[in-house]
């Protein structure tokens, strides 16, 4: 497609259930990173993919968090055992490398009941 | 890591006012971006401004960067420009994108 895509557009959840956000990267682009972001605050940078190097996973919150990258294509974000703290939006971005201007997708927000 | 700083936290103008926003970085970066945040909370890419001076419209951004800075100017401010404004920077010896906590500028008719 012309741009990121990411899907669910939202999602609701109740505590203690997994939930796997997915994310479609502009063709061609090496590189894909998911962030976080809290009501009224700003972006948190969660972890990033760059071709088939090993991810930097520095900014995954917990062990209940992780992600997969197949090749350069789709990713998924995965939380297990979700808890209310965990509500956000979550955004996927990618880029044609690292250091080259990222492109987002709109988000999936996610609601821990 | 990169320490992102965008001030001022909140902007009100009224329509047909201009505006100048400001990001400071803690290190040297190759990587500079601003964004716009619409109230929808979709993220639109404005410029990639490492260094230098680009327009696009009604905006344009300067960075610094021996000085560590970056500014973003609008002009003739439109109802449509409110939202959050992030600075966005990247140093070179990681690969992650840290944002600054953002301006929220408010344009009333």
């Known amino acids: 497609g012309a741009g990121v895509s990411q899907s669910p557009s939202n999602k609701v959840t109740e505590k203690g259930k997994d939930v796997e956000l997915r994310c479609d990267p502009i063709s061609g682009h090496t590189a894909l990173y998911w962030y976080r972001q809290r009501l009224g605050q700003g972006l948190e940078f969660l972890i990033y993919?760059?071709?088939?190097?090993?991810?930097?996973k520095s900014g995954l919150p917990s062990d209940r968090f992780s992600a997969e990258r197949t090749g350069e294509s789709v990713s998924t974000l995965t939380i297990q055992r979700t808890q209310q703290e965990d509500s956000a939006v979550y955004l996927c971005?990618?880029?044609?490398?690292?250091?080259?201007?990222?492109?987002f997708g709109d988000g999936t927000r996610l609601s821990i009941l | 890591g990169i320490q992102v700083e965008q001030s001022p936290p909140d902007l009100i103008l009224q329509e047909g006012a201009n505006s100048t926003l400001r990001c400071n970085f803690s290190?040297?970066?190759?990587?500079l971006q601003w964004f716009h945040q619409n109230p929808w909370g979709q993220l639109i890419n404005l410029f990639y401004i490492p260094s230098g001076t680009k327009q696009n419209g009604r905006l344009s951004a300067t960075t610094v960067a021996t000085e560590r800075y970056s500014l973003l100017y609008i002009s003739s401010s439109q109802t449509t420009d409110s939202g959050v404004y992030f600075c966005a920077a990247q140093s070179y010896n990681t690969d992650k994108l840290i944002f600054g906590t953002g301006t929220r500028l408010q344009v009333f008719p």
């Open positions: 993919f760059q071709g088939n190097s090993a991810p930097d």
């Open positions: 971005a990618s880029s044609p490398h690292k250091a080259q201007p990222q492109h």
């Open positions: 290190d040297s970066v190759n990587n």
